[in-house]
């Protein structure tokens, strides 16, 4: 298998010292599955390039791991396309020859590391499990230019059509050591295996090598369960642990602390009353395609769902054990085609930006802005209203005032211990007409669960319009 990175910085030989390899004298490695050779095609001041060969024994590889000097195993064990396609194989060699090079670290021109590069990466042979359209939409994302040759599954008989396996080029302005953490990890995302144990080591990779790109890629989820050869409890993790600052509460906390608020508003129905509002006020205003951020375990899409009104319903939480749940109370996988084809769940963080969300008429945030930091508010706000920018946004929080009526909650306690703030009557108002003013909407404030003349209501309710 093949790699090839070109350059045409000036001078374009300057790559050598990147990759701590000399232009001038090829080098071997030994790996435990093989061979690696660093050699350079064309080294020039115009443009170099530096290719990594790899070579990869099967039959060694099948020896070894059976710890046996004979032979024996499946057949496929020694036929196989490993010898020949960028896998997991060329992602340890990328970290044990370029090592250096892929932390960015470089003696000679510590400069130059830090600055973008015209850089072009050509893969000879890459298998893409989901096909051209799931390899552009993993690296187009992060700015590359991509151009991808399919091969023909046999040429000799065209008419079996075209195999999982492309030439690819990756071509992008960028740092030398953001391309070989790209292809460190999405290489064997596209094959879709690995040929080494995964466990816990793998999501401590995967998370600094992810570090700065993967946490925002639209393609986050499926990039971790592939990376993490779709262990559930490993993907959970590292997804949870990508959310960062907006991570949820372990599961056994939050469920303990879930019940208490629970506990503490069931005297007032008042969750059934928020449900009740919030699709009052969408079948008020039209609204036919809605996303729920923070959607939980999915009450309100379970609301949506009953109403014929709404045709595409979106829910999105940082808790992938959440939406575990979700899917099992909505009962997706044994839903009709139709109902089906209404509701879907997905894996996201409010603090940055996702063109999944854009397009829908309104959007819900129901008991969720008080969950986030204070100082992350304004990455939220942005999300939100200037990248959704939904029509609506119906937007609940609890009436901080209010709390004084209820007698099991101590004084200046919050009602769940996961909220970061909950505001008063003036404060939330005073928030919402700020983003009203910086984002072109109006906003009206309606009281949900009964209202006390003196603290107001227990929950309270902005919808914003444009």
């Known amino acids: 298998m093949l790699l090839t990175l070109s350059t045409t910085h000036s001078p374009a030989t300057d790559l050598g010292y990147l990759l701590h390899?000399?232009?001038?004298?090829?080098?071997?490695?030994?790996?435990?599955?093989?061979?690696?050779?660093?050699?350079y095609p064309e080294a020039s001041e115009e443009r170099t390039t530096a290719a990594l060969l790899l070579e990869v024994d099967p039959v060694a590889l099948v020896r070894n791991r059976r710890g046996l000097a004979g032979e024996g195993?499946?057949?496929?064990?020694?036929?196989?396309?490993?010898?020949?396609?960028?896998?997991?194989?060329?992602?340890?060699a990328l970290a044990r020859v370029f090592r250096s090079a892929m932390s960015g670290a470089s003696k000679e021109r510590p400069e130059l590391a830090?600055?973008?590069l015209p850089l072009v990466a050509r893969l000879s042979v890459l298998p893409c499990r989901g096909g051209e359209a799931f390899l552009r939409r993993l690296f187009e994302p992060l700015g590359y230019g991509v151009t991808a040759t399919r091969h023909a599954l046999d040429e000799t008989v065209p008419e079996w059509g075209g195999s999982r396996y492309y030439t690819v080029t990756l071509e992008a302005r960028t740092r030398l050591s953001d391309l070989l953490t790209h292809l460190y990890v999405l290489i064997p995302v596209l094959d879709d295996d690995k040929h080494y144990w995964v466990g816990d080591e793998e999501v401590e990779k995967l998370l600094r090598h992810g570090e700065g790109w993967l946490a925002a890629h639209p393609e986050r989820e499926l990039i971790t369960r592939r990376y993490l050869r779709h262990q559930k409890s490993l993907a959970r993790e590292a997804l949870e642990r990508l959310a960062g600052d907006e991570a949820p509460e372990p599961e056994e906390r939050a469920r303990v602390h879930n019940d208490e608020e629970a506990t503490l508003e069931s005297r007032l129905s008042l969750n059934e009353q928020r449900l009740q509002a919030v699709v009052g006020v969408l079948k008020e205003c039209g609204?036919?395609?809605?996303?729920?951020?923070?959607?939980?375990?999915?009450?309100?899409?379970?609301?949506?769902?009953?109403?014929?009104?709404?045709?595409?319903?979106l829910g999105m939480d940082v808790s992938v054990r959440s939406l575990e749940i979700a899917r099992e109370r909505l009962d997706l996988d044994r839903m009709s085609e139709m109902q089906r084809r209404r509701v879907n769940l997905l894996h996201g963080s409010l603090m940055y930006r996702d063109k999944r969300l854009a397009g829908f008429e309104a959007a819900t945030v129901i008991e969720v802005v008080e969950h986030l930091d204070p100082p992350r508010l304004a990455a939220f706000e942005r999300v939100l209203f200037e990248c959704a920018r939904p029509n609506v946004v119906v937007l609940t929080t609890p009436n901080a005032e209010y709390n004084t009526r209820f007698e099991s909650l101590p004084a200046g306690t919050f009602r769940?211990?996961?909220?970061?703030?909950e505001w008063t009557r003036a404060e939330f108002e005073a928030w919402a007409r700020k983003q009203c003013e910086r984002f072109g909407y109006s906003v009206r404030f309606l009281p949900v669960g009964p209202v006390d003349g003196e603290v107001g209501a227990p929950t309270q309710m902005a919808v914003f319009s444009r």
């Open 21 to 39: 390899k000399s232009p001038f004298r090829p080098q071997s490695f030994e790996l435990a599955f093989g061979q690696a050779h660093v050699f």
């Open 73 to 92: 195993g499946a057949l496929e064990q020694y036929v196989n396309d490993r010898p020949y396609v960028a896998s997991s194989f060329m992602s340890v």
């Open 114 to 116: 830090e600055q973008s």
């Open 287 to 313: 609204a036919a395609r809605v996303v729920d951020l923070g959607c939980g375990e999915g009450k309100l899409l379970k609301a949506l769902l009953k109403e014929r009104q709404f045709s595409e319903i």
């Open 416 to 421: 769940h211990r996961d909220h970061r703030f």
